[in-house]
């Protein structure tokens, strides 16, 4: 069986919206390069519907595709909308992904919450919020085994 | 769609000999090596001969080849069982920072039961300094093990030279795990003066579910499974026959063909070296330039992540490798980057190649042409080449 399902392969594949909003009203921007993965999320808003969504990831391929299925699902919603859709609903709406994936690589929705705290940020005169570094794994891959 | 097998460290294909050496222990001579009766005659003949072929490919006798159910289970043998057999004389081991997690694990598991452990630093290109190994000795040193070549950067480690300073200076056995560069290069256990050595024989051609151990005449360890008087003692269970007779096989193989293995894999390693570091912007290659085993490459590319990559190329026939977090199963990216001074950011984009007798020039021409569009993609969504491009346009 492969590790991951049909349609994570489709968006790792043909990642849909994939790029940059220049001048983008929210950005929000996680990850962390010691773990691998860097999620960057921009939105543009209007009558407080995210009219376009942009991303780009550095990452394993459930990052990738998770930054896709959240752009897909987020676009043309209002923002309180787009709040709801949780990392566990884009997991979801992947047909799932592998269980070591789970914590790592799926922070698409976070990131997507993130653009939106920046567009609000922004619009209160307190933005723009800039990267959030998330924390690293640090546990002893020993002690990870035994436990495992 | 052809499919390129670059990751031959993860598995080879059995050569046809080894399976023919094995057909015959399945159905047709299924008896225990061990029975005094007839069933027993021709697996016992069978398992003397696949003894001889192992002793010869290690120039070791006979009496001292174990085998086992892994490489794995080999390293743990000589750790352990050195360890328990000797921790009245003393409860210190010696390691290099780029072992196998057979290796590490094990000593750190030892270290839960009172074992100390030092681990010996490498350079940037994963050479470890003798020098180094003689200052880490201690009175209580009862064990130093080294690899013969790491399995994620194929540097060769100069194990005649550590094996002489360590019995020199110190009453500590020295084993090393050659695990990956078994088959491939020399390892001769005379020649590395070595007291105990670890093998794979699923690595050159064999099956998997054997290993080799290789454990010099006099030198003593307890062994982890206890049981029969199976492999002299040292390793009780009913011997895996099948197994066994074509891991023998292959050894004789790895005995005679080891200069044509050379011969086959350097010209493919060059070109596939060339070929990225020539073909692609910020590209390094990771291991001794020279001193590296014929059949492991390993590069980083930056601003990507491994795993990514390993997928795109896996789209287009070729599997690979990767060192990064996301591949690790525990998500951390690879100790032995790390212990070489790779920046764990840059791990991430780490590529792993291992080569084999089913590869082909035109196989490397075929990856080296292809790589650079997969990684223009990647790095094209990458927020970190973002920055950098912005960076540099400014």
Same mark, same amino acid.
């Given at each position: ?148 | ?20 050496? =094995? ?33 010869? *490919?290690?120039? %070791? ?47 750190? @598991? ?39 070549? @790491? ?46 050595? @670890? ?33 002299? /003692? ?62 492991? *490459? ?12 390993? =997928?795109?190329?896996?789209?287009? /026939? ?20 790390? %212990?070489? /001074?790779?920046?764990? %950011?840059?791990?991430? /984009? ?45």
């Amino acid at each position: 069986m492969p590790v991951y399902s049909e349609k994570v392969m489709d968006h790792f594949q043909n990642p849909r919206n994939v790029g940059e909003i220049e001048n983008a009203d929210g950005v929000g921007e996680l990850g962390n390069p010691t773990c691998g993965d860097i999620m960057k999320i921009y939105i543009k808003v209007k009558d407080d519907k995210i009219e376009d969504v942009k991303f780009k990831t550095f990452g394993c391929g459930a990052a990738i595709a998770t930054s896709s299925m959240v752009t897909e699902l987020v676009k043309g919603k209002t923002l309180e909308e787009a709040e709801k859709v949780s990392n566990g609903v884009v997991a979801e709406a992947l047909d799932g992904l592998p269980p070591v994936k789970m914590h790592c690589s799926n922070l698409a929705a976070d990131a997507l919450h993130l653009a939106i705290e920046d567009f609000r940020a922004r619009k209160a005169g307190k933005g723009p919020i800039g990267r959030v570094e998330t924390p690293e794994h640090d546990e002893d891959e020993h002690d990870l085994l035994e436990h495992a | 769609m052809k499919i390129i097998n670059f990751d031959h460290f993860a598995a080879t294909k059995m050569r046809q000999e080894v399976k023919d050496a =094995m057909e015959p222990y399945f159905i047709g001579e299924y008896g225990n090596p061990q029975s005094i009766h007839t069933l027993g005659d021709e697996p016992r003949e069978q398992l003397d001969k696949a003894r001889l072929q192992a002793a010869e *490919l290690l120039n %070791a006798a006979t009496i001292e080849v174990i085998f086992t159910g892994s490489g794995s289970e080999a390293n743990n043998l000589a750790i352990k069982g050195t360890a328990f057999a000797r921790m009245d004389k003393g409860r210190h081991i010696i390691v290099s920072k780029i072992e196998h997690f057979s290796v590490l694990n094990s000593v750190k @598991s030892l270290a839960k039961l009172g074992f100390e452990f030092s681990e010996v630093p490498v350079d940037k290109y994963g050479s470890v300094d003798p020098q180094d190994v003689k200052n880490a000795l201690r009175k209580d040193t009862i064990l130093v093990s080294i690899t013969q070549a @790491s399995n994620e950067i194929g540097t060769i480690q100069d194990i005649k030279e550590i094996s002489k300073i360590v019995h020199e200076n110190s009453a500590a056995y020295m084993h090393t795990d050659a695990n990956t560069s078994c088959g491939f290069i020399e390892t001769d256990v005379k020649e590395l003066g070595v007291d105990m050595l @670890s093998a794979a024989p699923h690595r050159f051609y064999g099956p998997k579910g054997v290993g080799l151990f290789y454990l010099k005449k006099g030198i003593r360890i307890m062994p982890l499974i206890d049981g029969g008087i199976q492999e002299f /003692g040292r390793r009780a269970g009913t011997e895996n026959v099948p197994a066994i007779a074509g891991a023998g096989v292959a050894c004789s193989l790895a005995k005679k063909e080891l200069k044509d293995r050379t011969a086959h894999l350097l010209p493919i390693q060059k070109t596939i070296t060339d070929g990225v570091l020539g073909g692609l912007d910020e590209v390094y290659l990771n291991g001794h330039p020279e001193k590296r085993l014929p059949n492991n *490459l390993n590069f980083v590319v930056k601003y990507i992540e491994g795993e990514s990559m390993l =997928m795109w190329l896996n789209n287009i /026939g070729i599997m690979v490798a990767s060192g990064s977090a996301c591949t690790s199963k525990i998500l951390k990216s690879s100790h032995v980057l790390n %212990a070489i /001074g790779v920046d764990p %950011a840059l791990a991430q /984009g780490s590529l792993l190649i291992s080569l084999g007798e089913d590869n082909t020039l035109e196989d490397a021409e075929y990856f080296v042409k292809e790589l650079p569009a997969v990684v223009k993609k990647l790095r094209e969504m990458s927020p970190l080449y973002e920055e950098v491009m912005k960076r540099n346009k400014k």
